[in-house]
């Protein structure tokens, strides 16, 4: 099986291990791929849903990993024994839902586990539930697929600092579609601001006039706020 897009570079992110574990896991395409790479030993592919685990198992069984890739019906963590899984993998989820799954299922995650997290929206969310939970960002990267964008986290535990542009702007400075990115969250925060303008009470305005003016600067380091 290839991966493409959004898939394989979160495959690309996952390291070499016995047991891996992809949660959400929708038809398997991540496990199956990373047992016949040699990227993991075995997997668990588990979902919450039994359409999607049905569906998995059948694509599973026809490529002949059904003694490797074990199924499970685990709603976030709740199917996975503490330290079971070398990596886990929760990806095409909102940040929030990710963060809740991490909180439910902490006693699932240990030093020596690494998470592999694909958030479709609310990144900034995950990012600072990440920060203030004694979790450290290893990696960060960007995804393209198409016109969208999408981040994806190495994350081990471990406390460390952060500041608020780390939380909303994250550590991607060397990413090749880093530019591109900020473009889209300027154009984004205008549009907010440019509605809330409009609007009657005018809302946290001055809010997204700061996240605007962080991603501004965060393009240009040298520009002068106001410009």
């Not at 989820?93 to 690494?114: F, K, N, V």
């Amino acid at each position: 099986m290839e991966l493409t897009g959004r898939l394989n570079q979160i495959a690309c992110c996952i390291p070499p291990c016995d047991t891996l574990a992809d949660i959400g896991t929708d038809h398997a395409y991540i496990p199956i791929y990373c047992v016949q790479k040699g990227i993991a030993t075995r997997a668990l592919a588990c979902d919450v849903n039994r359409g999607p685990l049905d569906i998995a198992r059948e694509n599973i069984a026809g490529v002949s990993l059904s003694d490797c890739i074990e199924t499970r019906l685990s709603d976030g963590l709740e199917g996975l024994a503490p330290d079971e899984a070398d990596v886990i993998v929760i990806a095409g989820m909102g940040g929030q839902l990710i963060s809740e799954i991490l909180a439910r299922g902490a006693d699932r995650i240990s030093p020596q586990t690494t998470l592999v997290l694909q958030p479709m929206i609310a990144v900034e969310e995950l990012r600072r539930y990440l920060y203030e939970n004694s979790y450290c960002i290893a990696r960060e990267i960007l995804a393209a697929e198409g016109r969208k964008l999408y981040h994806i986290m190495t994350v081990r535990q471990g406390k460390t600092a952060y500041t608020e542009e780390d939380v909303f702007v994250g550590r991607l400075s060397e990413d090749p579609l880093y530019e591109r990115y900020l473009e889209y969250k300027i154009n984004v925060n205008e549009k907010i601001i440019a509605g809330l303008e409009r609007s009657r009470d005018g809302g946290n305005v001055e809010f997204y006039r700061n996240l605007r003016q962080m991603y501004r600067q965060a393009k240009d380091p040298n520009r002068k706020d106001g410009e």
